[in-house]
């Protein structure tokens, strides 16, 4: 079992930065691959970033050069900096786990999920 849980959202200016933390239980934090994923109102959950077990990553297209994902196992923490914010990206912020380890967009493949954090830019 994972637990999951988010922090570091909050509100901030267009153009500003956040960073996400989510700090996961458990021992075994660094066999899973983690992943962030965002709801906006009325809208359905998308997918953000992924980083794998051995900490390579993946992004949506939005996230591209604006976001970075990262981990520490020795924390058992995975971050996500996100800079130059957009009114767009208002939502809230869920991270997530998957026990395949190797990262995915999908989010069928993430077993343990975070309660959300969320964010909100001001235009």
């Known amino acids: 079992q994972v637990q999951l849980v988010e922090s570091g959202g909050g509100l901030v200016q267009d153009g500003g930065s956040l960073r996400l933390s989510c700090a996961a239980s458990g021992r075994t934090f660094n066999t899973y691959a983690m992943g962030w994923f965002r709801q906006a109102p009325g809208e359905e959950r998308e997918f953000v970033a992924a980083?794998?077990?051995?900490?390579?990553?993946y992004y949506a297209d939005f996230a591209k050069g604006r976001f970075t994902i990262s981990r520490d196992n020795a924390k058992n923490t995975v971050y996500l900096q996100m800079n130059s914010l957009k009114p767009e990206d208002t939502a809230v912020y869920y991270c997530a786990a998957s026990g395949s380890g190797w990262y995915s967009k999908e989010q069928q493949r993430y077993g343990y999920w975070g309660q959300g954090t969320q964010v909100t830019v001001s235009s």
């Open positions: 980083i794998s077990r051995s900490s390579g990553s």
